[in-house]
């Protein structure tokens, strides 16, 4: 090992591989140097520190950065900022489109202000997959992937040629096409390498692969030892551009886990019982890094399951070091020997390697689970941390439907439980229907179907199942919508996709489908049955959400499961029964076939995983991705910097961000005579704050596509319109289950226009408010913003002209998309609340205290005037939590202090 020092802390060593010399910045030279208790580190901690090392240059990160990471385990500041520059960056369409319309919007600015448009263009590497526009509309049929496919690219042509064109007009910008699988699976299979290999000008650096990702499941990777979480669109647009993400120094949770799982169980009961366990706790915004015996019993699928639930359980990260298992998954996956030699050397040398004998690293506090207590769960039906135990399912349907609604519930009586419809379906079966009965079953999204643990398992029940007789009702929409297509590949080689067909789950596509709310029409009949006669239908998928309103309009209760459960729910058409008790269905013989009994044993797993999964399926699905699919080959665009905006697209317009953009930023100060457009709950999603799904013929949203001559069929879906702003203004907290306190009683995007009484629809209130330069507060309870990272429940928020948000508590990521958009996110007091404080949203209000003088985290006041012209002051705490948020609030937002950076240039 050779060694020169540069500087007192900054060593750059050397190591070989296969007689070939590489670089890397040795990070314990700083506790040999006295800074740091560096081998003690979270292991997460330590790619922190190394990139900061590695990056320094003592402007945008300092030796005061990291002397805070490396003196982490001591003196860690919860006020302190520390910058990180990621590897790479990850995108999807859907919030990916928003980020490349920003990007070809800034070349417009930059060439307005006549400066270099090639200046705007991604400095590191940025990949793009297309995976979140698949909807399902045709299902159970051996073509089903086709159609879908097709209906895919003449929905969606407008789209892939705008991306056609950014992946010819910008640098580090590649794109995975359609059909090629989910962005978070491709990530783990073919992305990432683990330790990544630059050169520069003293030879080939090597480092931790690392990235962030323009969704939440971006820590699915955090499975095998890789840093990355999910940041807002216009964080990843800042990072693309060279500016380093700046969070507050993080807490990291040392989650213990022993033993091993009990026969019967899956790695999804795992996820979701961590996912339950640590929402109790109290993680959001915290690393959770897992040790212990009980991980090296985790394959790296298993363990990937976990780490893709960590925005469920609230975590930044839920991170799984790097090991001995993730040397055998890279074998498996089809990576070179050298590239696996590599991954080995350099972590050993980082001191990076986790393995037995190495000690325990310093955490800021632990929680052990013993993994031998996993019990077979589900989770719903509104949120995906309310696990419920697979044998209390039925008890828990009756609790819920009985529930009042704001408890929860459906607050249905005994009779509506009883109440049967008989339906007629277009094959002549004829079936009754009820509340709890299942309509859609769905093996989709990342969390799972990167797991062939348990895909195998779902086609061991399908095959036990068919092999006893047992069939599907016609009324369950069932679908299989794959994170990849080796998993086509290893279910065709076992032999088990037959079964998993002969149930109908038939391949319907390669993306994330159901999970986003791209589940498709049900059966017209089912659909008249279900909203002629208000039923509480169900919905059971394989997924990591079931946040109201996402998975489908017309399904009230919908249940996150492991695949092969998923199997067993389609089978019964019920979630109103006890497996244990009760059978699923009857044999050729009349008899009765229970769970167990078609239920395998891991052997018989671990048996036909043994021949299924090999790595030259890897090496041959990934050999030519981005060139295999031809209909994405044959869309020709023109090769030109600056987009081709055409007025009358309904996918992709010119966003108004940087339409008025002064050299110089406004002072920052108190906001005026604020009205409140809505006053909310606890819980809410960006899914409530942006929708997902189907677009509404009677939303505003539905009726402008009318007015703009696109017909009812064509409407697509909210994520695949995120191009276009005049589409999504009118969809800002539009969906149909959000509930404003201000319209008591009320269901979907409305509220009081306060001047005259009026109820009307956010947008349409918007505009009034708007005319008469009226600011607007949102006022809300716990965990507001939760859920996927979306861009646009910030950008609506800031276009329909809010300019501050007050709540209990915030989700991280949605917090800083605020922060992104010039929102000011404020909190209450502990202990206050919009109830506490009487606020009927009928008050004006004003800010005290806003200036360019502001500090990270202070008090501010409010001043509230009621309608009788009383006045009241409560506190609330600036959420601006660094002071590169201040900055970027004083600039109006990241876009505008990045153009005014590069007009500077």
Not at 511 to 535: F, H, K, R, W, Y
Request: hydrophobic share 40%.
């Amino acid at each position: 090992m050779e060694e020169t020092i540069k500087d007192t802390w900054r060593a750059r060593s050397t190591f070989s591989v296969n007689d070939k010399k590489y670089d890397y910045f040795r990070i314990n030279a700083l506790e040999e140097q006295g800074l740091g208790n560096v081998s003690r580190l979270p292991y997460s901690v330590k790619v922190l520190l190394e990139s900061a090392v590695r990056e320094y240059d003592g402007i945008a990160i300092t030796e005061e950065h990291i002397s805070k990471l490396a003196n982490w385990t001591v003196e860690r500041d919860p006020n302190q900022e520390v910058p990180f520059k990621p590897a790479r960056i990850l995108l999807h369409d859907t919030t990916g489109l928003p980020a490349m319309v920003d990007m070809a919007s800034m070349r417009e600015s930059v060439q307005r202000a006549g400066g270099d448009v090639s200046s705007v263009n991604p400095l590191i590497p940025v990949d793009l997959v297309v995976d979140h526009s698949i909807t399902v509309d045709y299902f159970g049929r051996p073509d089903a992937m086709e159609l879908n496919e097709k209906t895919n690219f003449e929905r969606n042509m407008e789209r892939f040629r705008f991306f056609r064109w950014a992946q010819k007009a910008f640098d580090n910008f590649r794109v995975v096409p359609p059909a090629s699988g989910i962005m978070h699976q491709i990530n783990m299979e073919y992305l990432a390498s683990v330790a990544t290999v630059k050169e520069d000008e003293d030879g080939l650096m090597v480092y931790p692969d690392s990235l962030v990702g323009t969704d939440s499941h971006t820590t699915m990777i955090n499975g095998m030892g890789v840093v990355a979480w999910g940041v807002g669109g216009i964080e990843a647009e800042a990072a693309m551009l060279g500016l380093p993400l700046y969070f507050v120094v993080p807490e990291v949770v040392g989650f213990k886990l022993t033993g091993t799982l009990p026969e019967g169980t899956t790695a999804t009961d795992l996820a979701l019982t961590v996912t339950n366990l640590l929402r109790k706790k109290g993680v959001v915004g915290k690393f959770v890094e897992f040790y212990g015996a009980g991980v090296a019993a985790l394959s790296i699928a298993d363990r990937a399951t976990i780490a893709n639930m960590a925005p469920e359980y609230g975590a930044t990260m839920g991170f799984f070091p790097v090991d001995q298992e993730t040397l055998n998954y890279l074998a498996l996956i089809g990576k070179n020997e050298e590239q696996i030699a590599l991954v080995e050397t350099y972590y050993k040398a980082q001191g990076m390697f986790m393995s037995p004998d190495r000690p325990e690293p310093v955490y800021s506090y632990g929680i052990e689970l013993d993994l031998s207590t996993v019990v077979p769960s589900l989770a719903g039906p509104k949120r995906p941390q309310d696990r419920v135990d697979l044998s209390q399912m039925k008890q828990h349907y009756h609790e819920v439907v009985r529930n009042p609604v704001d408890k929860g519930g459906y607050d249905l009586s005994e009779e509506e439980l009883r109440k049967e419809i008989a339906v007629e379906h277009p094959n002549g079966e004829k079936t009754v229907i009820r509340n709890g009965t299942v309509v859609l079953a769905a093996i989709t999204s990342c969390t799972n179907t990167s797991n062939p643990n348990v895909l195998i398992a779902a086609g061991l029940v399908a095959k036990n199942a068919v092999e006893r007789g047992l069939k599907k009702p016609a009324y369950v929409k069932s679908s299989l919508t794959p994170g990849s297509r080796v998993v086509t590949d290893y279910l065709n080689e076992s032999g088990l996709m037959t079964y998993l067909e002969d149930l109908g789950f038939h391949i319907a596509g390669y993306g994330c489908a159901t999970c986003i709310g791209n589940s498709g029409p049900l059966p017209l009949e089912v659909s008249q049955a279900i909203t002629e006669n208000d039923l509480t239908v169900a919905g059971v998928l394989s997924g990591n959400r079931n946040f109201e309103g996402r998975v489908h309009p017309e399904i009230k209760a919908n249940y996150l499961a492991s695949p092969p459960l998923v199997i067993a729910y389609a089978l019964a058409g019920t979630v109103d029964i006890d497996f244990a008790t009760e059978p699923i269905g009857y044999d050729q013989k009349d008899q009765p076939v229970y769970l167990k009994d078609i239920w395998p044993t891991s052997g018989d797993i671990q048996g036909w995983l043994g021949h299924a999964v090999r790595p030259e399926l890897f090496r041959e699905r990934y050999k030519e991705v981005y060139q295999a699919n031809e209909q994405w080959n044959s869309i020709d665009v023109p090769a030109s910097e600056l987009y081709d905006w055409d007025e009358k697209s309904t996918y992709i317009q010119n966003p108004p961000f940087l339409d008025v953009l002064p050299e110089i930023p406004d002072d920052i100060r108190d906001i005026q005579s604020a009205r409140a457009l809505a006053i909310l709950g606890d819980s809410v999603t960006t899914d409530h704050l942006s929708p997902s799904g189907a677009i509404r013929v009677d939303s505003p949203a539905g009726r402008y596509l009318l007015e703009k001559g696109v017909k009812r069929e064509d409407f697509n879906s909210y994520p695949s319109r995120r191009g276009n702003h005049k589409v999504m203004i009118r969809g800002a907290l539009a969906n149909h289950r959000i509930r404003n306190l201000m319209v008591p009683g009320s269901e979907g995007g409305v509220t009081k226009y306060l001047p005259t009484g009026e109820v009307m629809s956010m947008f349409e209130a918007s505009l009034k408010y708007q005319e008469n330069q009226t600011a607007l507060f949102l006022i809300a309870g716990k965990e507001y913003g939760t859920g996927s990272s979306r861009d646009w429940a910030a950008k609506g928020t800031h276009l329909l002209g809010v300019k501050a948000v007050i709540a209990e508590s915030f989700e991280r990521i949605h917090r800083s998309n605020l922060v992104g958009m010039g929102v000011l996110p404020l909190q209450f007091v502990p202990g206050t609340t919009a109830e506490t404080l009487g606020l009927t949203g009928s008050e004006t209000f004003r800010t005290v205290g806003l200036s360019d003088s502001i500090k990270p985290g202070q008090k501010i006041k409010i001043q509230a005037n009621r309608e009788d012209g009383s006045i009241f002051e409560f506190d609330a705490i600036l959420r601006l939590d660094s002071v590169v948020d201040i900055e970027y609030y004083r600039n109006g937002g990241i876009m505008q202090k990045v153009v005014r950076q590069l007009n500077k240039r």
